[in-house]
């Protein structure tokens, strides 16, 4: 008692020199300290023998209060992204966080299986027919940026990277993907909308998707605002009873019935267009992005990029097509190298539905976890890649073409509901994803991406900024990984070929 009367007489001491506000804030701070204590404490002396530890390449530790069990390496990427439906789900992980922003009654916020009718249905836009067409398009609203944007105003100037990069591939995504009609209802106050659907994957939606937080209220109005622009498209549409004239997504969804025979309601139409915006735009943004910011601190390989399509299509530089982007090697791989350094999606979750065994280990998983897998960790371990912190386009010379860029067997493929993909997920290579969730906008992703590199090569030169080394860090705030902003870089515009040709006039 002698020792406690001691402790307390000098916190007593010290206390009343103190105002409440202090007394208040001090200890909300000692009980936040003590409960990280105690947490830590239980993990390391409580541990289950049967579950993972709290270290390795399998672990488990407390996330927002939930054992969270993470499997790193190839092993785990194909443990996680492949398991059964029966044992894991991610539905129940990614709904409070991905309804909000898409919208009722698509992607996670239905079943598995009508998620995966919903995946083909959306496929119609991502044949190869369809993304042989989408390269002049994505060329136009380009070079339709540069000419326009106050970002690239005169010869020279400075560039604030990832914030015009979203900007323009927004306006690619919408021509491309989602039509003409769609398209002119996109300006720069779309593009603001935009961002506030996009902070709609904040961390803590998470936890508190409702919550009336000043983020929420801009992402609910954004939601319901570009819902209605869709719908009045449809309705449009529907009230003229015109008949379809053009291939654009909305009139392929108008025709779409579930296997039910249950038409497609106009409000799903208007959502699953939101959600195939988000996911056509938004690892886009944050990789050209990553793109450009590589190219600035490697003035050499925006000069070879552009003396490759020099060499092989020509010194006049034709226009870009599929067939000639597919002979552009320098070019892929360029794209290849930032997402194998950038990977867009930095952790992928899924929910534990029945016990299961971590594979070639003792350890069970239960019920109560969520497993995580981040691939984007295997991509950058030197056990698969030398130096593979260093951006290095040329690791890929002898590389596989964009089209095939995991190393898994071809052979090896599964129907999931929307036509066959890829199986494995052993490749140290899963910028998409594995699996029935893997993403099916990733061949149109390679074909954004190249076509908006072999335009900007076309059309500048990057550096960085005066003193400035390599690139800014990554900002993992959102679901999505993407460049700390502002991440400006100088640029400065190529000089054209004057036409010699004398045109004689009679």
């Given amino acids: 008692m002698g020792l406690l009367a001691i402790v307390l007489k000098r916190l007593h001491?010290?206390?009343?020199?103190?105002?409440?506000?202090?007394?208040?804030?001090?200890?909300?701070?000692?009980?936040?300290?003590?409960?990280?204590?105690?947490?830590?404490?239980?993990?390391?002396l409580l541990k289950n023998p049967n579950e993972p530890p709290v270290y390795g390449d399998c672990f488990t530790f407390i996330l927002l209060g939930t054992k969270t069990t993470v499997c790193l390496g190839a092993k785990g990427n194909e443990f996680i992204l492949n398991g059964k439906l029966k044992d894991v789900n991610a539905e129940e992980i990614y709904s409070p966080l991905t309804t909000p922003v898409f919208g009722t009654g698509v992607v996670y916020d239905c079943p598995n299986s009508k998620l995966m009718e919903q995946k083909?249905?959306?496929?119609?836009?991502?044949?190869?027919?369809?993304?042989?067409?989408?390269?002049?398009?994505?060329?136009?609203?380009?070079?339709?940026?540069?000419?326009?944007?106050?970002?690239?105003?005169?010869?020279?100037?400075?560039?604030?990277?990832?914030?015009?990069?979203?900007?323009?591939t927004i306006y690619t995504a919408s021509r491309s993907l989602q039509g003409k009609e769609v398209r002119s209802k996109f300006d720069s106050s779309f593009a603001e909308l935009y961002h506030d659907l996009d902070m709609g994957f904040s961390?803590?939606?998470?936890?508190?998707?409702?919550?009336?937080?000043?983020?929420?209220?801009?992402?609910?109005?954004?939601?319901?605002?570009?819902?209605?622009?869709y719908l009045d498209i449809i309705q449009a549409r529907r009230r003229s009873g015109v008949k379809q004239d053009s291939d654009?997504?909305?009139?392929?969804?108008?025709?779409?019935?579930?296997?039910?025979?249950?038409?497609?309601?106009?409000?799903?139409?208007?959502?699953?267009?939101?959600?195939?915006?988000?996911?056509g735009q938004h690892s886009s943004s944050s990789t050209i992005a990553w793109i450009v910011l590589r190219l600035a601190t490697r003035p050499d390989i925006t000069e070879e990029l552009l003396e490759e399509q020099r060499t092989i299509l020509g010194d006049d530089l034709p226009p870009l097509t599929y067939d000639s982007l597919q002979r552009l090697p320098l070019n892929s791989q360029v794209v290849k190298e930032t997402l194998r350094l950038h990977a867009p999606i930095h952790s992928?979750?899924?929910?534990?539905?029945?016990?299961?065994?971590?594979?070639?280990?003792?350890?069970?998983?239960?019920?109560t976890h969520v497993l995580l897998a981040a691939p984007g960790v295997t991509s950058m371990a030197a056990t698969h890649f030398d130096d593979p912190n260093t951006w290095e386009p040329h690791r890929w010379d002898a590389g596989a073409s964009p089209s095939s860029m995991d190393n898994t067997d071809e052979d090896e493929k599964?129907?999931?509901?929307y036509g066959l993909v890829s199986k494995g997920a052993g490749s140290p290579y899963l910028p998409f994803g594995a699996g029935r969730h893997r993403c099916i906008g990733e061949a149109f992703a390679y074909v954004q991406l190249g076509t908006i590199t072999a335009t900007l090569v076309r059309e500048f030169r990057f550096r960085n900024l005066d003193g400035v080394k390599g690139v800014?860090?990554?900002?993992?705030?959102?679901?999505?990984?993407?460049?700390?902003?502002?991440?400006?870089?100088?640029?400065?515009?190529?000089?054209?070929?004057?036409?010699?040709?004398?045109?004689?006039?009679?």
């Fill in 13 to 44: 001491e010290q206390l009343s020199y103190r105002s409440l506000g202090a007394i208040v804030a001090g200890g909300l701070l000692s009980f936040l300290v003590l409960a990280i204590v105690l947490n830590v404490l239980g993990q390391l």
């Fill in 120 to 168: 083909k249905m959306v496929k119609f836009g991502l044949t190869s027919e369809s993304l042989r067409s989408y390269i002049p398009l994505i060329v136009g609203e380009t070079l339709d940026f540069i000419g326009r944007s106050p970002a690239f105003k005169g010869s020279k100037g400075t560039l604030n990277v990832p914030a015009t990069m979203a900007e323009l």
């Fill in 203 to 229: 961390p803590i939606n998470f936890m508190l998707p409702w919550a009336p937080l000043p983020h929420n209220r801009k992402r609910d109005y954004a939601q319901r605002k570009m819902a209605q622009t």
């Fill in 248 to 279: 654009d997504m909305i009139w392929n969804l108008m025709s779409c019935a579930y296997k039910d025979g249950v038409p497609v309601p106009d409000l799903e139409i208007a959502h699953m267009m939101i959600a195939l915006l988000m996911a």
């Fill in 348 to 367: 992928i979750m899924r929910k534990v539905k029945s016990t299961i065994q971590v594979p070639d280990t003792k350890y069970t998983i239960p019920e």
């Fill in 414 to 417: 599964i129907d999931y509901g």
């Fill in 472 to 506: 800014v860090g990554t900002d993992y705030s959102s679901l999505f990984s993407r460049p700390l902003s502002p991440a400006v870089v100088n640029w400065e515009k190529r000089e054209k070929k004057k036409n010699k040709e004398k045109v004689e006039k009679d």
